[in-house]
């Protein structure tokens, strides 16, 4: 099926399930028909389970960096940092990345104080602009690509020596090669453990 037809089939899809009011079980590879279709999404890796709940749980709290991937569109963007600790303070950092870590993720980081452990933000947890400069967790990017979409944009922007895509409203001017700050939003960072990618909480 082509792109059209593919989305008139979810909507198919979801008004006979209404209809029927019965359990249905779809199995499928695309994470756009689990999250729109599913009512509790079941995502496996190797035959094995790796989390169970409804499509925004997920989407906003993956268990692990393989959830985290895999669900959303575009994916979470991954960032190798390591950990450090100045007075109580948490602070993360990468080329060209430092910042503190806010409270509330901080504990979960300090046994890994002097290791790498893995940053995660999706594309639209990432501000630009004057209200970038302010925040714990800034930093320059330079933009590489620039995807207008009409209702959004998409910027794929060059941080700590690899590629993080930034979905950014319409109204943001960048182009190509331009240098720009960007900062995370807070409470929507995630940190994985470096050997078994479990999210640390």
């Known amino acids: 099926l082509d792109a059209k037809l593919r989305v008139q089939m979810r909507v198919e899809l979801k008004r006979l399930h209404e ?3 019965t359990t249905a079980i779809y199995v499928t590879h695309d994470q756009v028909e689990a999250m729109t279709l599913g009512s509790r999404v079941v995502v496996m890796k190797d035959g094995w389970v790796q989390q169970v709940g409804e499509p925004l749980e997920i989407y906003g709290r993956p268990a692990n960096k393989f959830v985290a991937g895999f669900i959303g569109s575009p994916a979470m963007n991954f960032i ?9 303070a948490v602070f993360v950092e990468a080329a060209g990345l430092r910042g503190k870590v806010p409270p509330e993720k901080a504990n979960a980081l300090k046994p890994y104080k002097g290791q ?5 933000i999706r ?12 925040a714990d967790l800034s930093f320059d990017a330079v933009v590489e690509v620039v995807e207008p979409l009409g209702s959004e944009i998409l910027l794929d922007v060059a941080v700590a ?4 895509v930034c979905r950014v409203e319409p109204s943001v001017k960048a182009k190509p ?3 720009i700050r960007l900062a995370f939003v807070p409470e929507r960072i995630h ?8 999210v640390l909480k």
């Open 80 to 88: 190798p940092v390591t950990v450090s600790e100045v007075n109580g």
């Open 123 to 134: 594309p639209e947890d990432l501000r630009v602009g004057s209200g970038a400069d302010s």
């Open 19 to 21: 209809r029927l009011e």
């Open 116 to 120: 790498t452990v893995t940053l995660g």
């Open 177 to 179: 090669h331009e240098k």
């Open 191 to 198: 940190f994985f453990e470096p050997k078994t990618e479990a």
């Open 161 to 164: 020596g690899q590629s993080v």
